[in-house]
């Protein structure tokens, strides 16, 4: 009986010993390639976040250059709104001009053309009263500009407002752009978070690995004191069962 349990006491012993082997036998291979992959993780880790630098210090000098255009524009606004101002005092100047001297040279300073032309005030009679009024006079070839100036002048009205629109409507696409960009900013955001976060964990699991491959848990094998007792306790039972 006693060589039995010696027997299973070896076998127990062995079963231990190879197990420690089988499972941290190649740890320094291990140990090497684990600490690589870490190493070219790190590396593509360090490249992506460089790239990502990189298009994020171009997207400033774009964004800048973006803020000068639309500091540009506004300041162009301010400038049709002055002129806008600036005709409506001179229109309302030209309506109160009521002596015939005054007509006169305000039509020589705005037709520089006219300095020399024989232009003024005359009484004829109006076509169905037959009351006689004051007319402006100018040569007749003159009267050709007046109507062409009137026409590219409702033309030129005409551009103003579709000029308007293009204005208003660039500025929508160009918030609509601005709102595609942030979402996509934002987006870019989550994904550095998570590939941080995930970088993160990666280096944790990858050190912990290392670690306990270089510092394996020690198997307890039973004392002897333990499989002695252990052992005789088995011998006492096999001899009362035999008997």
Known sequence: MLKVYSIVVTIICVAFGANSYYAWKNSEEKIAKAENDLIEYQDKYSLII??????????QKLQLKGNNYQN?????????????TENEKMIDEVAD??????????????????????????????????????????????????????KELENAKKQITALGDINFTYKSYVALKDSIITLKEEKAAEYKNGLDYGMQKYESLVKEYISTLKNP???????????????????????????
Request: glycine fraction near 6%.
């Open 217 to 243: 848990p020690k198997i307890e094998f039973p004392s002897w004191t333990t499989t002695i007792i252990s052992g005789a306790a088995g011998v006492a039972a096999g001899i009362l069962i035999t008997k």
């Open 72 to 84: 540009r524009i506004d300041s162009l606004e301010v400038e049709i709104v002055n002129l806008k």
């Open 97 to 150: 001009l009521f002596q015939p001297g005054e007509l006169v040279d305000e039509v020589r300073n705005t037709f520089p053309e006219l300095k020399t032309s024989p232009i003024g005030i005359a009484r004829v009679k109006h076509p169905e009263t037959g009351f006689m009024i004051r007319t402006f006079q100018l040569p007749l070839q003159f009267v050709a500009t007046f109507i062409a100036d009137h």
């Open 50 to 59: 460089e790239k990502s630098d990189s298009l994020e210090s171009i997207v």
